[in-house]
């Protein structure tokens, strides 16, 4: 397992540990990603995380020997509201920056999966959010549902 993985999972109660991003009708596929990525489910109980405090569905963290990424992900199977997809966005980029070392480098790569289309306007108002952790600014990118992570970390 790579550095900044090892390090963020020794962080992470082993129980939030998925192999999937995965809720209701949304996935987001996980072909051609890293070896050994981290995906934190972020709505497992174990991370003791307030129940009513808006946040995205997983982290994930994955890294090559040239590159590290840290992606919050959200998956709307239905349709979506562009401020509280950011809203949770962010918030899973603030969880994420309690389980970074300091001293980390990495891209910040924010996702949301989507399944329903959605009109023009929301997805330029989502495009013009940025989501921001340790002074990087991440444009939301968009997947739809089934899509491969891989194509929007590259």
Known sequence: MAALVASVAQRVDPDCHTNNCKKGTCSVLLNGVPAQPLIVDLDCDALRLPSNRKRCDFLFVGETDSTAWVAPIEL???GFKVDDVAKQLQ???RIANEWL?????FRLVPVLAHGKGARKKDFVDLRRKKITLRGKNG??????????LMSVLK
Do not use: F, V
């Not at 444009?139 to 491969?148: H, Q, T």
């Open 139 to 148: 444009k939301i990118e968009l997947l739809r549902c089934g899509a491969e």
């Open 91 to 93: 918030e899973g980029s």
């Open 101 to 105: 070392p300091q001293e980390s480098s």
């Open 76 to 78: 709307k199977g239905g």
